[in-house]
């Protein structure tokens, strides 16, 4: 079957990175209207305010203008002012346009058309206006809705007492805060176009570096692995998402190669064996005569069976381990007595390599563990420990308690690790180059893979120390314990030999 080309995610990544912008863009210009309308509120707001005690100061200047064309002669008003003059005549009839006069009880005297469209104050409440002799100010509106500004007050004439009040139209200033409203409403549309051009053009100046990103991370291929996308150098959130993201590539370009390398390993791991036991056989099949000759070659054929079973059977449990299937079957269990038991079944072999076993074990060490596989940790470092020390050299395994937690040390006077292969020894296969263990052999090269997987597993963590020529020491943190036992600490406690 065909496969699709890969263009379809990269067009629906395109589409994601529009709309993305599309919504930047709305956004800014919803934010931006937003903006506009307070400003312009604020601004009409303010508008009418000032208008507003404009017109009452004018106003006030019309009433103090008014008392001094005013005489009020036998309850009557008469206006004292220069008829010949056409402003002044003007002015007066101005003031007169919206007028009211009356006496302190609520008497109307004289009342223009214009003040009665909005109506006269009853009598009771002009006495009351005359008594507080406080000035008196309201809005009022005329039945075609024209609303006016009213003052009144008292006034004193030859020593009687009057209550006057004059009027001045708002709908001019109604007008201009209309106007200022129309104008801006209509300026809006075009602002908020405007607003979205620059929306639309920064968020794509924004989202230009994301679109180079993309573009990069989309040509890295598995041979373009070693590709790393060079920051901006703007020290923002795309230089730490490009930071990240080339981490990532790290990551990823290691366990590329780990896997690459795993595979190429187990081939010839597997290749070795195969090979040998084909050759042993072809040759048997070829030059062997007797039935002694043949049983040799098979025999022979076998071990290279049994150690291709080994591989297999390590690798089978090492990648479940490794891809989480394999889980630890936790108990109770004395972490010393479980050391002290490893340590006896390792006392044959190491008597058979003419090394010495120590151990420096405290009373017992309750503890939440697997027992099966810390048993194959401690084997497998025994082991290796027996395998790489010469002959009269010693090998101590101590159990200490610290920080809460439990420390196993192996620890052996072998022919140490060189420094450049300490970080690697735990990969899976890697066997230091030119290191022979003591029966001449080569080993599989996946114990200390376990190792490393058991400590993590338990919540702990492996660490080696090496000097070659000298020894080699591998400590494992497991932070497994039931009870933190108290002073005195099993560090303290008399060395005990084993051999
Ligand atoms: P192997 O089966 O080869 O022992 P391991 O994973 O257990 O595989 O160990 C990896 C390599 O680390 C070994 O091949 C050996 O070179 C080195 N190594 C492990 N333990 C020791 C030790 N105690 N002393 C010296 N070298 C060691």
New binding site residues.
């Given amino acids: 079957m065909k496969r699709k080309p890969q263009s379809e995610p990269k067009q629906s990544g395109w589409s994601m990175f529009r709309a993305l912008r599309f919504r930047l863009a709305v956004t800014y210009v919803i934010f931006f209207a937003l903006v506009l309308s307070v400003v312009g509120l604020l601004f009409r707001e303010t508008l009418a305010t000032t208008l507003s005690s404009h017109t009452r100061a004018l106003l006030e200047e019309d009433f103090v203008a008014v008392k001094g064309y005013l005489r009020i002669e036998r309850r009557q008003p008469i206006w004292f002012y220069d008829k010949d003059d056409p402003e002044e005549a003007f002015f007066v009839e101005r003031l007169k346009d919206v007028f009211l006069l009356a006496d302190k009880d609520g008497k109307v005297l004289e009342v223009t058309n214009g003040f009665l469209a909005l109506g006269v104050e009853p009598p009771d409440r002009i006495q009351q206006m005359v008594a507080s002799q406080k000035p008196y100010w309201a809005i009022r509106e005329n039945a075609r809705g024209d609303k006016y500004l009213v003052r009144g007050g008292g006034i004193d004439e030859k020593r009687a007492q009057y209550f006057m009040a004059i009027g001045r139209p708002l709908s001019e200033n109604e007008a201009i805060v209309g106007e200022f409203t129309l104008k801006y409403v209509a300026v809006m549309p075009l602002l908020l176009v405007t607003a979205a051009i620059l929306g639309w053009f920064f968020a794509g100046r924004a989202l230009r570096p994301v679109n180079d990103l993309a573009e990069r991370a989309g040509r890295i291929s598995e041979t373009t692995l070693a590709m790393r996308i060079p920051k901006r150098g703007s020290n923002d959130e795309l230089d730490h998402l490009i930071d990240t993201f080339n981490s990532m590539m790290a990551r990823l370009e290691t366990s590329f190669l780990q896997s690459r390398q795993f595979n190429a390993d187990v081939s010839h791991e597997l290749r070795t064996p195969l090979t040998c036991i084909r050759g042993q056989l072809e040759v048997a099949l070829l030059t062997a005569k007797s039935e002694e000759q043949y049983r040799e070659a098979i025999q022979e054929a076998l071990e290279d069976v049994e150690r291709l079973g080994q591989i297999v059977k390590s690798l089978l449990l090492l990648s479940q381990a490794e891809s989480g299937h394999l889980t630890l079957q936790r108990m109770t269990l004395d972490l010393a007595a479980l050391a002290a038991d490893v340590v006896e079944q390792f006392q044959i072999p190491a008597d058979a390599a003419s090394v010495r076993l120590l151990t420096r074990l405290p009373e017992n060490c309750p503890a939440e563990a697997d027992r099966v596989q810390l048993e194959r940790l401690l084997s497998?470092?025994l082991?290796?420990?027996i395998?790489?020390?010469p002959a009269g050299g010693a090998i101590t395994v101590a159990l200490d308690i610290l920080d809460g937690e439990a420390r196993l040390t192996?620890e052996?006077t072998?022919?140490?690790?060189p420094e450049e292969?300490l970080g690697q020894?735990?990969?899976?296969?890697?066997?230091?180059?030119g290191?022979v263990?003591s029966a001449g052999e080569?080993?599989?090269?996946?114990?200390?893979?376990?190792?490393a997987w058991i400590a993590k597993a338990h919540g702990g963590s492996v660490e080696?120390t090496?000097t070659p020529g000298k020894?080699?020491r591998?400590t494992v943190r497991l932070p497994v314990l039931l009870v933190t036992p108290a002073a005195p600490e099993p560090r303290e406690a008399p060395a005990h030999h084993m051999t």
Wanted: charged share 15%; hydrophobic share 40%; aromatic share 14%.
């Fill in positions: 497998n470092l082991s290796n420990a395998k790489y020390t192996v052996d072998g022919v140490g690790i292969h020894i735990f990969n899976r296969f890697y066997r230091v180059p290191q263990d080569r080993g599989l090269g996946l114990g200390l893979s376990f190792v080696v090496s020894g080699t591998f």
